[in-house]
């Protein structure tokens, strides 16, 4: 039995997908053999040797495994779910996150609920989709970026045409984890008939405890994001990853288009999912984190110069720094002119950049701060010392 159980798949997914008879690929059928099948080009591809590129048994002539259930199997694995039936994959998680929206949310009629300051593609994907979005501020007192629970029940009971909330957990800008509690708590309200969406792209920086994956079997209402382009520094191969119970996979799979993941991506996928990719993975977020208290510790040095105490939780691989008015070193005197001025004077006279976030609730005049390399940390702090002197 569906639990919980106020909640129905059906109801929440579109009728036109519901109905969808998904288009059934020629590698849907065979995949060895003379392969004739799928008007390929037979004699194989066109990059000359002298690339030097490493594309031998690669079959790139060939179209790719439709749904690389390998890869699935050994991500089910590492999450700890039991097969590959509870994974989808996408090109990068902002795949994932746009077919949640073509699969549940009917144009013009339905909405979505975000929690800000948040990651930016949802509010995109909402334009795209001519989705309207609902906003429910994070609570940012003292940097706490937690959910406004009380507020988020408030909102679900009065509209009733919200089919997903979006949480961020570690949360873009705010580096934070949000309780597992609170996202049950959420999952478990009747008012609320639709998905939980827990994007957990930075998750490896934060620890497989506060993973929500591990609410996938019992919550039917519930799917997890993730990506191989943050801890497994895999950004340029563009492969997101769903979890959710088989039914939801099901449709997503059913949606998406034929070939959505190359050759190359798996490829790459297969060696980074692999005992020692994963070993490796472990020991960069292990490194990413040791730098990162490093960085903190630095970054507090510059307090004098108009540097403020980072906020946030610190559970991803960035920092969130604010920006003092000059000559003041009270977290409350944050100063978005000056955070703008250094923050182009960086990345413009100094040859390194930053992401500015003062425009965003509970970020005023931040810059968010990527983890580098120890060189790259040291040239940050050496420049953005430069920068904080003269501005």
Do not use: W
Request: contains cysteine; hydrophobic residues 40%.
């Amino acid at each position: 039995m569906t639990y919980p159980s106020h909640f129905s798949l059906e109801q929440i997914v579109r009728p036109n997908i519901l109905a969808l008879q998904p288009y059934r690929c020629a590698r849907d059928d065979y995949q060895s053999g003379i392969l004739l099948d799928a008007n390929e080009n037979s004699l194989g591809h066109c990059i000359p040797d002298s690339s030097g590129l490493p594309l031998n048994g690669l079959g790139l002539n060939r179209y790719p495994d439709p749904s690389h259930d390998q890869i699935k199997g050994m991500f089910a694995t590492l999450r700890g779910l039991p097969d590959a039936s509870f994974v989808f994959l996408g090109v990068g998680s902002d795949e994932v996150i746009d077919l949640l929206f073509r699969i549940s949310c009917i144009p013009a009629k339905d909405k979505v609920l975000v929690t800000p300051p948040t990651y930016g593609m949802y509010a995109v994907c909402a334009q795209v989709n001519d989705v309207a979005v609902l906003k429910v501020p994070l609570d940012v007192e003292g940097g706490s970026f937690q959910l406004r629970l009380d507020e988020i029940k408030r909102v679900i009971s009065q509209e009733r045409d919200i089919k997903l909330v979006f949480i961020c957990s570690p949360g873009n800008p705010t580096g934070t984890t949000i309780p597992l509690k609170d996202i049950q708590a959420l999952l478990e309200y009747p008012d609320f008939k639709g998905l939980v969406v827990v994007d957990e792209a930075y998750i490896d920086f934060a620890g497989e405890e506060c993973s929500a994956v591990s609410l996938i079997e019992r919550y039917a209402n519930i799917c997890v994001t993730q990506t191989l382009s943050k801890s497994f520094g895999l950004a340029a191969i563009r492969l997101g990853v769903a979890m959710a119970q088989p039914s939801l996979i099901r449709i997503l799979s059913n949606t998406k288009a034929p070939y959505n993941i190359s050759s190359l991506t798996a490829q790459a996928a297969l060696s980074a999912l692999s005992s020692g990719g994963i070993n490796v993975m472990k020991s960069n977020v292990a490194s990413i984190k040791r730098m990162q208290t490093s960085l903190i510790d630095s970054l507090k040095a510059l307090r004098p110069l108009g540097l403020g105490e980072t906020r946030g939780g610190n559970h991803a691989n960035f920092v969130l720094v604010p920006v003092l008015r000059r000559g003041f070193t009270s977290d409350n005197e944050y100063d978005n002119t000056r955070a703008i001025r250094i923050y182009k004077k960086l990345a413009e006279d100094m040859g390194v950049v930053v992401r500015y976030r003062g425009g965003e609730l509970g970020c005023e005049g931040c810059l968010r701060i990527t983890v580098g390399t120890e060189e790259e940390n040291r040239v940050l702090l050496n420049r953005l010392e430069q920068a904080l002197s003269q501005e």
